[in-house]
């Protein structure tokens, strides 16, 4: 019975009696025909064991670590290809061939054995099980870009809600930072203090981060593909910013029907797992020229897609569709929205609360970005998160705030 055996010096092979045989066997046999110590040796079928880099890495491949254990139980028969990571040098003489690992007999490096072993499929299955809108925050996120933008410049923003345990995605509220929205691009200003407060006022109404949106262009509705590439840039780095799996990105775009009219549509995508660790491992190009298509992604290295060796990926395979749903939050979203053209002034703050006058005034605030706007203003930001939570909790307002709060919107 032959065993194919996988290590950084190439694929070589060797001779067994046959599956009967047990681990401690075959690394016997591993030693005596290919001139590796037992004690060096650590086997695995899992092939990404050969990019394990720390002692801690290989305690992660453990299907042969127990050395009775038969190969039969491991369903390894002729033919089957069993993985090989060792320590210390070795000089590769007599006994089987290696098989070269590049051109004219050249061996490959780390760099490239990692490379090749690199395969981009698509990912079935998000780790969000869907996302649900808040209705006003979508609506009044997709009139702004429909009505006022129309559509001719992009716009992003991100969502705040809750995540179940199942995996399902709330959004509750949209926080839309100071940005540059360009025709094929998309430049968000972050801007790190309004941010300690937009999430501080999240935490006060039991919300966190979960989300990106961001609207395309009409001219990009004529194009053939889903994200561009500078878009998947844009989305795998606050993806693997977040830090949570459960990550959503939203786009926002226009498209034509048959009959003339055009209806604004969300799609929503997780960004999958390889695409998230290729933007973390530095993989992507960056840069782009005039001539570069856009629904591709471009390598530093090459990766393997369908058996074939690129540095070219289709967009497509790192998006994960994700199922929308909506539903009505608990807070409003009727106060002017933030860093939009037109300044919000306190006469707002003033005709937000007399519009809802017959309500608690627990009620009257109870809209993110009107608590925003009190945590930009006169010194209030480090009392707003009180606030919040007062909203969250449907309690009542201390007199004193309520009484600040009405005295600043007399004031307009």
């Known amino acids: 019975?032959?065993?194919?055996?996988?290590?950084?010096?190439?694929?070589?092979?060797?001779?067994?009696?046959?599956?009967?045989?047990?681990?401690?066997?075959?690394?016997?046999?591993?030693?005596?025909?290919?001139?590796?110590?037992?004690?060096?040796?650590?086997?695995?079928?899992?092939?990404?064991?050969?990019?394990?880099?720390?002692?801690?890495?290989?305690?992660?491949?453990?299907?042969?670590?127990?050395?009775?254990?038969?190969?039969?139980?491991?369903?390894?028969?002729?033919?089957?290809?069993?993985?090989?990571?060792?320590?210390?040098?070795?000089?590769?003489?007599?006994?089987?061939?290696?098989?070269?690992?590049?051109?004219?007999?050249?061996?490959?490096?780390?760099?490239?054995?990692?490379?090749?072993?690199?395969?981009?499929?698509?990912?079935?299955?998000?780790?969000?099980?869907?996302?649900?809108?808040?209705?006003?925050?979508?609506?009044?996120?997709?009139?702004?870009?429909?009505?006022?933008?129309?559509?001719?410049?992009?716009?992003?923003?991100?969502?705040?809600?809750?995540?179940?345990?199942?995996?399902?995605?709330?959004?509750?509220?949209?926080?839309?930072?100071?940005?540059?929205?360009?025709?094929?691009?998309?430049?968000?200003?972050?801007?790190?203090?309004?941010?300690?407060?937009?999430?501080?006022?999240?935490?006060?109404?039991?919300?966190?981060?979960?989300?990106?949106?961001?609207?395309?262009?009409i001219m990009q509705s004529k194009k053939d593909y889903n994200f561009s590439n500078k878009e998947i840039l844009q989305s795998a780095e606050l993806h693997a910013e977040s830090e949570l799996k459960e990550w959503v990105t939203v786009v926002v775009k226009l498209e034509a029907n048959e009959d003339g009219t055009a209806d604004v549509h969300f799609e929503a995508f997780q960004m999958s797992d390889m695409c998230v660790k290729l933007f973390k491992d530095g993989w992507f190009v960056t840069e782009f020229g005039e001539d570069d298509d856009p629904k591709l992604s471009k390598m530093k290295k090459d990766v393997v897609v369908g058996g074939k060796d690129v540095k070219e990926v289709d967009n497509d395979f790192f998006l994960v569709v994700v199922k929308i749903f909506d539903h009505q939050g608990p807070l409003s979203s009727t106060f002017p929205i933030e860093n939009r053209n037109n300044l919000v002034t306190m006469k707002a703050l003033k005709s937000h609360l007399d519009r809802a006058k017959s309500l608690p005034f627990v009620k009257r605030i109870s809209d993110f970005h009107l608590l925003l706007f009190l945590a930009k203003s006169h010194g209030l930001g480090s009392d707003v998160p009180a606030l919040a939570e007062c909203v969250e909790t449907q309690t009542a307002v201390p007199e004193g705030y309520q009484l600040l709060i009405e005295s600043m919107a007399d004031t307009s």
């Open 1 to 217: 019975m032959l065993l194919r055996i996988r290590s950084r010096d190439g694929l070589e092979r060797i001779q067994i009696d046959g599956p009967h045989l047990s681990v401690a066997q075959l690394k016997t046999l591993i030693e005596s025909q290919l001139q590796i110590p037992v004690q060096n040796q650590t086997l695995s079928t899992d092939q990404n064991l050969l990019l394990a880099k720390t002692p801690a890495d290989l305690l992660r491949f453990s299907d042969m670590a127990d050395p009775s254990t038969p190969l039969s139980a491991l369903k390894l028969s002729h033919g089957s290809i069993v993985f090989l990571y060792y320590h210390g040098e070795r000089t590769v003489s007599g006994g089987p061939a290696v098989i070269p690992a590049g051109s004219f007999g050249r061996k490959m490096t780390i760099d490239d054995l990692i490379a090749k072993q690199t395969r981009i499929t698509r990912q079935e299955s998000p780790h969000c099980d869907s996302v649900s809108f808040d209705r006003d925050s979508a609506n009044a996120f997709q009139r702004y870009v429909n009505e006022t933008l129309a559509f001719a410049t992009k716009r992003g923003g991100f969502m705040y809600g809750t995540v179940s345990e199942e995996g399902k995605v709330e959004v509750d509220f949209i926080y839309e930072p100071p940005q540059q929205g360009l025709e094929d691009d998309l430049i968000v200003l972050r801007d790190p203090e309004e941010e300690k407060l937009v999430d501080a006022i999240a935490a006060g109404l039991g919300r966190k981060r979960v989300g990106f949106i961001f609207t395309q262009t």
